[in-house]
């Protein structure tokens, strides 16, 4: 079972994302929030697989409680999925660098939020592919990405993969490209993650782009 919370300051959003998930024969909502307080709270004591944060609550705020929750080791394995109204750039860039496993804005279909919760929870990451663009043109900006960026460290099969990641193409994708199997290229990433500091791909995508591996535009 995937283990869901959901940190939200209207209930009514939380009862509609309670009822989608819970109705999933591998999910459960193990916990709810209203606040960027209590949000970490909730993740301290279920440890949930995937939080689902809201940006703008009373007090502490959804990107507060993202980056309390990424930096606190004990909870590496919590994925968070920013969920919001309002598809602003800075709340993109702010919410992805500090850590969010994803990020969709509230009237995606029912059917990307329980996508996005599987690929959170698999230890992927899920953006849509707006948010993507609006992304990658802020690090090319020189917005920097949090993580080692020492690339020498890479093998040269390594840096290939991550050229790959950088274009947006999942582990699957990226197998049939080189020719290798989906549990190769798995492992191929996860000793990237490793080496490069990385908490998720989302910041690999923004390593390689932001190291000039890859530049925007290119396919």
Known sequence: MIRVAIADDQQLIRAGFRALLGAEPDMEVVGEAATG?????????HRPDVLLMDIRMPGRDGLWATREIVADPALACVHVVVVTTFELDEYVTEAILAG???????????????????VAASGDALLS????????????????????????????????????????LTNEEIARRLFLSPLTAKTHVSRMMGKLGA???????????ESGLVKPGWR
């Open 129 to 168: 592919p707006g948010i993507t663009r609006r992304l990658l043109e802020r690090v090319a900006d020189g917005v920097r990405a949090p993580g080692g960026q020492d690339l020498s460290l890479l093998t040269d099969r390594e840096r290939e993969v991550l050229v790959l990641i950088g274009q947006g």
């Open 37 to 45: 307080e209590d949000a970490v709270r909730m993740a301290r004591e």
């Open 199 to 209: 908490r998720d791909r989302v910041q690999l995508v923004v390593l390689a782009y």
């Open 100 to 118: 969010a496993s994803g990020f969709l804005v509230k009237d995606s279909e029912p059917v990307d939020l329980i996508r996005a919760v599987r």
